[in-house]
């Protein structure tokens, strides 16, 4: 088994999630996009969206390269980092392995995965379902490894995005916490405004310990 493998059934039997859905994120502020990531947008999707690779290259990448551009004085010295590509392999025994499209870190470089993280990003090419049900895995999978690293984290966040919707989730004290509502890339600014306020929250609990 792999994050990818993973059902409902498997993560309230393996390790006793409880799910429930609600609004996550009704106070926060919203940001205006861009020129630049307006333009690249518009050009990158004139290139045609096939599959998950080319979405999260042409739609995904940008948006997140934007959030990465309103942090950078945000956490001393540019601690934040988002990570493209790579294995967060916990314990293969519990099926907590597997690449992850994107993670959201508060410390390290660029290219190196480094505790904690706070927020993974699951790139699926049509089906949100099955996405959000990856990303809650990948999160269990991400507090486990920031216990390890003695970096925890009582808040986590996923999201699983098909490019231009988005879904997120929020997982605390045990227990996924779906959102109703879905994002989309017409409404950039209020995508990018919950994207901030998980960057912000999660800085705050760090930074303030």
Same mark, same amino acid.
């Given at each position: ?7 409902? +059934? ?22 205006? =996009? ?46 934040? !980092? ?7 392999? *916990?314990? *293969? ?21 480094? =505790? =904690? ?19 809650? !895995?990948?999160? *269990? ?10 970096? =925890? ?23 996924? +916490? ?27 609990? *760090?930074?303030?310990?």
């Amino acid at each position: 088994m792999a994050y990818s493998s993973f059902s409902y +059934t498997d993560l309230e039997e393996k390790f006793g999630i409880k799910f429930k859905e609600k609004i996550l994120f009704s106070n926060f502020k919203k940001i205006k =996009p861009s020129k630049w990531l307006i333009a690249a947008l518009q050009r990158l999707k004139k290139l045609g969206i096939g599959n998950e690779k080319s979405r999260s290259e042409r739609i995904i990448t940008p948006i997140l390269a934007e959030v990465a551009s309103l942090n950078e004085n945000l956490l001393n010295e540019s601690l934040f !980092a988002i990570i493209s590509g790579v294995n967060l392999d *916990v314990d *293969v025994s519990l099926g907590l392995n597997g690449e992850c499209d994107f993670m959201f870190a508060l410390g390290g470089s660029q290219e190196l995965m480094s =505790p =904690p993280i706070f927020c993974i990003a699951e790139a699926k090419r049509q089906d949100l379902e099955a996405g959000i049900i990856q990303a809650s !895995a990948q999160v *269990v999978g991400a507090r486990i490894y920031n216990e390890k690293k003695k970096f =925890p984290l009582e808040t986590l966040y996923g999201a699983t995005t098909t490019g231009e919707v988005w879904r997120f989730l929020k997982y605390e004290k045990n227990e996924i +916490t779906f959102d109703k509502n879905r994002y989309f890339i017409d409404n950039l600014s209020k995508l990018l405004g919950v994207l901030q306020n998980i960057v912000e929250i999660s800085a705050k609990s *760090v930074f303030s310990k």
